[in-house]
């Protein structure tokens, strides 16, 4: 009957459109989610006190510190649940980096202040820096894959590096060599080769392997006899770079996974202080204060009017 009562009442002072009031200040998904669930029940379960003491300590925290930024808690959202595919993309695993450093960043602000109820969420928060020590030497904030995460991924970047060089400079010299045959393109990749644009009436002077006609047949593309295991070679580190570059993700995306539960059990308590924070700036935009109820079922509320 209480519940009933809570939510007849929350209907007729139109809690619902508060709380949507509120809701635009969350900075997340997830935290508007925690907002428009505070609709049932209409008091908090841990107390009646808990919540109005609580805002009151990031209203504070606010104030000395500046905000709580919570950029990039939703991209992580969907390789948190349960049946999520384990992520394989570099930019889903930057998403999860991300929400580790965050988590990080808001458990340094937490740690920094003295009150019982910020360090009842800081107790919940897990300490993410090992997992970023592990993980952001390797991957970049864009997704590339760094040349020291590994040492044979930097021993076949430095191969390509060399092979690429070889195959520009005998293109270039080939290229000096037979200026009444090429055209005045520079050399050019075809099927994943390098190259030399050569005029198609020309093709037969110079010794190479077709690859690729142009659009109207006036230009032909030729790798040159000369360069074929040049291009090889390069190639071969190309594909091998590749098959590293997985190996590298796959081993950072199964860290991720050891840290599922920890992250998941944080992201719920960012959640819920992007929605104490959207209450805090709520507040601020009606000039509002916080009431702590107290141990009666009593509120007497003077000179109060309705958001």
Not at 128 to 152: F, H, M, Q, W, Y
Not at 170 to 182: D, F, H
């Amino acid at each position: 009957m209480r519940a009933q009562s809570d939510r007849s009442l929350a209907l007729e002072l139109e809690f619902d459109k508060i709380l949507e009031l509120i809701a635009a200040h969350a900075r997340t998904c997830v935290g508007r989610v925690v907002i428009r669930d505070l609709a049932t029940p209409l008091e908090d379960a841990s107390g009646p006190a808990r919540s109005a003491l609580l805002t009151m300590a990031v209203a504070d925290l606010i104030e000395e510190d500046g905000m709580l930024s919570l950029a990039g808690v939703d991209e992580a959202v969907p390789w948190l649940d349960e049946d999520a595919p384990p992520p394989s993309e570099p930019r889903d695993l930057v998403a999860l980096l991300t929400l580790a450093r965050r988590v990080a960043a808001i458990r340094r602000r937490l740690a920094e202040v003295e009150n019982d109820k910020l360090d009842g969420l800081l107790g919940r928060l897990a300490d993410t820096r090992e997992l970023i020590d592990r993980v952001a030497p390797k991957l970049g904030r864009d997704g590339t894959v760094a040349d020291n995460a590994s040492p044979e991924l930097g021993r076949l970047r430095r191969e390509i590096a060399r092979a690429r060089s070889d195959v520009l400079a005998e293109l270039e010299a080939v290229r000096r060599g037979n200026r009444e045959v090429v055209t005045d393109a520079p050399p050019t990749m075809r099927r994943d080769r390098y190259c030399l644009p050569v005029r198609s009436s020309a093709r037969a002077q110079l010794s190479g392997l077709l690859l690729d006609v142009s659009a109207r047949g006036a230009t032909s593309f030729v790798e040159p006899i000369g360069v074929v295991e040049m291009n090889n070679r390069l190639a071969s580190a190309v594909a091998g770079e590749a098959r590293e570059i997985q190996r590298i993700l796959h081993e950072i995306a199964h860290l991720f996974a050891e840290a599922h539960d920890d992250l998941a059990s944080a992201v719920e308590v960012l959640a819920e202080l992007d929605a104490v924070q959207a209450k805090v700036l709520f507040g601020r935009t009606v000039e509002g204060r916080v009431v702590v109820p107290g141990e009666g079922r009593d509120l007497v509320l003077l000179e109060a009017r309705h958001p």
